[in-house]
């Protein structure tokens, strides 16, 4: 998984030839918290264990881990919520945001040397280009990368996802409030949930 993931490409190696075969695609996943899955759940009591919560989340590698770009804890939704009267945002309207989004992407990447299309696959040197941070900004990121812990792959991870958010938004600078929120997507280690 980690070489398509990261490549976008699967090797296939044998003893008289080695084909490779394009293998770009979005992975999705989803687990529950724990065994029981009621971890960190406000209407329901958890029965596992630390050490049960550890084991179970050991079963993800953590280098498989690293290389997904959003994690996100999603809680259970509470009565009030599902009876709310406030009316969310229509998917025909989510539908304009993201065109207009992959619209501002294509047009960044015209005339790039590499065949990107999405700012998903961007490089360092692209990363560099394309998300100039404010003084704000670099602070904010850089407090983020040394009191979590953070690798230079988290960090990658972080200016693309805000990016992302910001062509969102439309929104041609990464501001503080863009970095803020990617940074929230990346969990450093996934045993922190415990």
């Known amino acids: 998984m980690r070489e398509p993931l990261e490549d976008g490409t699967v090797c296939i190696a044998r003893a008289a030839m080695s084909l490779r075969f394009?293998?770009?695609?979005?992975?999705?996943?989803?687990?529950?918290?724990?065994?029981c899955g009621?971890?960190?759940?406000?209407?329901?009591?958890?029965?596992?264990?630390?050490?049960?919560?550890?084991r179970y989340i050991s079963k993800i590698s953590g280098p498989l881990m690293d290389r997904i770009d959003i994690h996100s804890d999603v809680p259970?939704?509470?009565?009030?919520?599902?009876?709310?009267?406030?009316?969310?945002?229509?998917?025909a309207q989510i539908r304009e945001r993201v065109v207009r989004a992959r619209q501002t992407q294509l047009q960044r990447f015209v005339g790039s040397r590499q065949k990107i299309y999405r700012n998903a696959p961007m490089g360092s040197g692209q990363i560099r280009a394309h998300c100039e941070l404010t003084a704000e900004c670099e602070r904010l990121l850089e407090r983020a990368m040394t009191q979590q812990?953070?690798?230079?792959?988290?960090?990658d991870h972080i200016l693309?996802?805000?990016?992302?958010?910001?062509?969102?938004?439309?929104?041609?600078?990464?501001?503080?409030?863009?970095i803020a929120e990617a940074i929230q997507y990346r969990i450093p280690d996934p045993t922190s949930w415990v």
């Open 22 to 35: 394009r293998a770009r695609f979005m992975l999705a996943t989803a687990m529950n918290p724990c065994p």
């Open 38 to 54: 009621f971890h960190n759940n406000r209407t329901r009591e958890c029965h596992s264990t630390p050490p049960m919560i550890q």
């Open 76 to 91: 259970a939704v509470n009565y009030e919520e599902m009876r709310s009267t406030t009316v969310p945002e229509g998917s």
């Open 149 to 155: 812990g953070l690798s230079a792959r988290d960090h």
């Open 160 to 178: 693309r996802v805000a990016r992302t958010i910001a062509d969102l938004q439309g929104v041609p600078g990464l501001e503080p409030k863009h």
